[in-house]
């Protein structure tokens, strides 16, 4: 069963324009919560994180996400989109089954036109 | 910093061919982690290691096995490549498993084509 749930595999925005990337997860006990961005040809880099306190996190270069419980939701935002945000961002869950190795989305290619 | 280093960056096999995939990590991490990347399927692990000397399965350990050489160097092989292996491969470490403020610090990863 899918633990981490991505929304659209591809979300295109043009530059300057709002960002959001959704993740969704299911958890029987209180998650922690990562999102992940992955230039080409590269390996994944750490965004940002949510472990434990407050919900509103900041990451990176102008990115934040907000840990909703009532949700179960973990959205990623940034209020304006730059050409160098194209990418590939995966959300990923830990603590899933007690366990503290990451469970990750599918990803979701972020386009930005000019 | 290197950080996390895989070698060889790119590799192609025949059908049954065996290779091994290097890892390596200078941040004193406890444990490291080989992924693998599909299209549309996201991170999938194949092995861990929580710390030195141990080893565990992941989501899709079936035609590799790994090897913690040292607190450093995690190395995964493939006896046996098949097609359906075709991916690429990603080596993470974090400074602890258990602990909750540890994030994974990746590899550039290892494209592996087999034919």
């Known amino acids: 069963a899918q633990s981490v749930t991505q929304l659209g595999s591809h979300v295109s925005v043009s530059e300057g324009a709002l960002v959001l990337l959704r993740c969704n997860y299911s958890?029987?006990?209180?998650?922690?919560l990562f999102w992940y961005v992955q230039y080409p040809n590269q390996g994944l880099q750490l965004l940002l994180k949510y472990t434990t306190g407050a919900t509103l996190v900041k990451g990176i270069n102008g990115f934040e996400a907000e840990f909703k419980k009532s949700e179960t939701s973990f959205h990623l935002t940034k209020p304006s989109a730059h050409m160098s945000d194209a990418a590939e961002y995966f959300c990923a869950v830990s603590r899933i089954g007690g366990s503290y190795i990451p469970t990750f989305g599918r990803g979701t290619s972020l386009i930005v036109h000019p | 910093n290197a950080g996390v280093t895989q070698t060889p960056k790119f590799q192609v096999l025949k059908t049954g061919q065996s290779m091994t995939l290097q890892c390596a990590q200078d941040m004193n991490h406890n444990s490291m982690y080989w992924y693998r990347q599909d299209p549309g399927m996201g991170l999938r692990l194949i092995y861990y290691?929580?710390?030195?000397?141990?080893?565990d399965k992941g989501e899709v350990p079936n035609g590799y096995n790994v090897s913690r050489l040292n607190k450093r160097e995690f190395s995964l092989r493939l006896e046996s490549a098949a097609p359906s292996q075709t991916s690429v491969y990603f080596c993470a470490s974090s400074e602890d498993r258990d602990r909750q403020n540890s994030p994974l610090h990746f590899g550039n990863g290892t494209r592996l084509t087999v034919t």
């Open positions: 958890s029987s006990v209180p998650p922690y």
């Open positions: 290691s929580a710390s030195e000397g141990t080893t």
